[in-house]
T-cell receptor, first 117, second 111 residues
Framework: DAGVIQSPRHEVTEMGQEVTLRCKPI?????LFWYRQTMMRGLELLIY????????DSGMPEDRFSAKMPNASFSTLKIQPSEPRDSAVYFC???????????????FGPGTRLTVL | KQEVTQIPAALSVPEGENLVLNCSFT??????LQWFRQDPGKGLTSLLL?????REQTSGRLNASLDKSSGRSTLYIAASQPGDSATYLC??????????FGKGTKLTVNP
């Protein structure tokens, strides 16, 4: 398996623009997670899905952020409008869940480095 | 609310040294504890996972321990190598699938 795939790897945009980050989880994984990593706050969970359904979005900073998972092989994280304080590395991870052969381990993608000018 | 602390934030050691990375947490009601490695510009790679009923896990030169009563975990790296240079993160899982991460310890192993 290719692992978790994220695109783009780097994104530079101007304040006020819409940004869409994409993720393809590992096939067969039931859980998908979106994280944000900054120097100040470390790695924070934004939202996670189970079988394409959002379970916990309490980490989403505000209404400018939205996430969707239209099917088991694709998820998006959208920021509209973007602001300079959104600059961070955004990671997607997937997990087989507690019924999987390697229970609970989350597999991370390489991340998208977002810079909002 | 679970809080995870990793001290020190950075550590530099000569090659061949044995070392210990520390992780402390405030809520002992955990499902498991995981140690991850992050290389610059890369994602996280899971190293070891300790279930709450376990005391330690080993993989090669790595050994992780868990003491829930004291709210502590350690990651022991034996005979360190320059290739071990990376940031090591500790993460705890409670009753849901959510992981709470520490901010990590940046390890540099000097040849």
């Amino acid at each position: 398996d290719a692992g978790v795939i994220q695109s783009p790897r780097h994104e530079v945009t101007e304040m006020g623009q819409e940004v869409t980050l994409r993720c393809k989880p590992i096939s067969g994984h039931d859980y998908l997670f979106w994280y944000r990593q900054t120097m100040m706050r470390g790695l924070e969970l934004l939202i996670y899905f189970n079988n394409n359904v959002p379970i916990d979005d309490s980490g989403m900073p505000e209404d400018r952020f939205s996430a969707k998972m239209p099917n088991a092989s694709f998820s998006t994280l959208k920021i509209q409008p973007s602001e300079p304080r959104d600059s961070a590395v955004y990671f997607c991870a997937s997990s087989p869940g507690r019924g999987g052969s390697r229970r609970d381990t989350q597999y991370f993608g390489p991340g998208t480095r977002l810079t909002v000018l | 609310k679970q809080e995870v602390t990793q001290i020190p934030a950075a550590l530099s050691v000569p090659e061949g040294e044995n070392l210990v990375l520390n992780c402390s947490f405030t809520d002992s009601a955990i499902y498991n504890l995981q140690w991850f490695r992050q290389d610059p510009g890369k994602g996280l790679t899971s190293l070891l996972l300790i279930q709450s009923s376990q005391r330690e896990q080993t993989s090669g030169r790595l050994n992780a321990s868990l003491d829930k009563s004291s709210g502590r975990s350690t990651l022991y790296i034996a005979a360190s190598q320059p290739g071990d240079s990376a940031t090591y993160l500790c993460a705890l899982q409670g009753g849901s699938e959510k992981l709470v991460f520490g901010k990590g310890t940046k390890l540099t192993v000097n040849p």
